[in-house]
């Protein structure tokens, strides 16, 4: 079992900034893929970035590809997401995820991410 918990969720107005962290415990930190995701009010959740196991490549939707940074910290168990010129479209519930094979198996219970306009 791998446990996960977001934070550094909060209110912004347009063109802000955020940075999100995700603290994972459990099985070892540095066997996991880990992401990110959000879901808006009345959609479905959806893939945002990514990182592989050694943090050497990352992944990104391309919604946020130049705006959002994933990175991670194997010595803290701990991912981040740097989210820089938020748009009131990136609103939504982000949540952090961990993957040993192909899906991602574990969740964190999400952060709230309000952009105002």
């Known amino acids: 079992q791998v446990q996960l918990v977001e934070s550094g969720g909060g209110l912004v107005q347009a063109g802000g900034s955020l940075r999100l962290s995700c603290s994972a415990s459990g099985r070892t930190f540095l066997n996991y893929g880990m992401g990110w995701f959000r879901q808006a009010l009345g959609t479905e959740r959806e893939f945002v970035a990514e990182?592989?196991?050694?943090?050497?490549?990352?992944y990104y939707a391309e919604s946020v590809k130049g705006r959002f940074t994933i990175s991670r910290d194997n010595a803290r168990n701990t991912i981040y997401l740097q989210m820089n010129s938020l748009k009131p479209e990136d609103t939504a519930v982000y949540y952090c995820a961990a993957r040993g094979g192909e899906k991602f198996d574990y969740w964190g219970q999400g952060t709230q991410v309000t952009v105002s306009s």
């Open positions: 990182i592989i196991s050694s943090g050497g490549f990352a």
